[in-house]
């Protein structure tokens, strides 16, 4: 029995809908939830935490249903992206809040919140006023906070996009840190690709209100079930034919280019391949690889340490190459360059 199980939830807040949405997740699991701006991210985690009512499914945690539960009595840990700190409180009583709300006694809820702080590295803080934190601080205090009540569920709304680079790492370490020795179920909203990678263990991808894939890391960005999927993890190279199935091999035909796929289906496909499993060369390409093909460059994207490079063969192909490997190859605009990439690297849904 899964430990955390939605079914068939709806809800509406502000004219947007949960529309027949259904998650599940294992105890101690990490999932990470992906979608765009406005997919229902926070909507999805406020009604779980029960900030907004259920029109019609369930939730049942650890075999409880909690739909119409207050949201009080659910024991559910929640960081929100803007930390929501009390400003008129200092840090120490900030965490015991929660502690004081449930009836604990003050001497009990001091060294429970005293030992989260030790666990997260905030001990020091713990007579500080919230104003005079810095960003990651503040979050660490909210994660403290949250942390402190034992929650039976950690809910955390995009923790790490309000923080620089450098921080969000070091934050971004710290959740393993912790996960990895409280075992807390935990749903984290993000639409950062690099935050899904470390911390996942699932990831559940929506759009819209409903769930368009949920997998493994591996699932979601090698094997996407959908367009949007396949977009919105950036595999860029999304086209459509028809597989055939020929003395030579099997392939999708698309006008008039073919490209050779591992696939027992025929007729009507959509096909996805990443930019990185694209070879790009400015000579004929000695390779295994079955697609080989001489293109045109129409376009190269700087994106810092990785340059978008764009081949039309005539189908436009978006291959990623180092910024090192841009200078050795001297590529521009309007070159001529062969590109390659395996069947194996071709993902058909």
């Given amino acids: 029995m899964n430990y955390l199980a939605i079914n068939s939830l709806q809800t509406s807040v502000g004219g947007f809908q949960l529309r027949d949405f259904s998650l599940a997740a294992n105890r101690g699991e990490y999932t990470i939830i992906l979608g765009p701006t406005g997919a229902g991210k926070t909507v999805l985690l406020e009604t779980i935490a029960g900030l907004h009512a259920v029109l019609s499914g369930s939730i049942l945690l650890d075999g409880e249903e909690i739909t119409h539960v207050p949201p009080e009595r659910r024991r559910i840990g929640f960081v929100y992206q803007d930390y929501m700190l009390f400003p008129h409180l200092n840090v120490e009583r900030n965490l015991a809040f929660g502690l004081r709300a449930q009836g604990i006694g003050r001497r009990i809820a001091a060294t429970r919140s005293a030992e989260v702080a030790r666990l997260l590295g905030i001990e020091h803080l713990l007579s500080r006023m919230p104003t005079g934190l810095s960003g990651g601080e503040k979050q660490r ?19 790490l996009s309000a923080l620089d ?28 690709f690099e935050e899904a990678i470390s911390l996942g263990d699932r ?84 390779s295994s690889a079955r697609n080989s093909y001489r293109g045109k460059i129409t376009q190269i994207v700087d994106r810092g340490s990785l340059i978008y490079v764009t081949v039309c063969v005539p189908l436009p ?17 309007g070159m001529e360059v062969y590109i390659a990439f395996k069947a194996s690297a071709v993902h058909l849904f």
């Avoid at 906070?145 to 995009?158: F, G, N, Q, S």
């Avoid at 192909?317 to 605009?333: H, P």
């Fill in 141 to 159: 205090v909210a994660l403290a906070r949250a942390l402190v009540i034992k929650p039976r569920l950690l809910l955390l709304d995009e923790p």
């Fill in 317 to 333: 192909f978006v291959v990623i190459i180092t910024r090192r490997s841009l200078t050795e190859m001297a590529l521009e605009i």
């Fill in 203 to 286: 990831v559940a991808v929506i759009n819209a209100g409903k769930i368009e894939q949920v997998g493994t890391i591996d699932d979601i960005f090698r094997h996407p079930v959908s367009q949007f999927v396949a977009r919105f993890v950036g595999a860029r190279n999304l086209f459509d034919g028809v597989v055939e199935h020929k003395e030579e091999g099997t392939f999708l035909s698309h006008s008039d280019m073919k490209i050779a796929v591992v696939t027992d289906r025929s007729g009507p496909a959509h096909i996805s391949i990443r930019p990185e499993d694209i070879l790009i060369s400015r000579g004929e390409l000695s």
């Fill in 165 to 192: 680079p450098q921080r969000r790492e070091s934050l971004q370490e710290e959740l393993l840190l912790v996960h990895e020795r409280l075992a807390t179920t935990t749903l984290h909203v993000t639409h950062d």
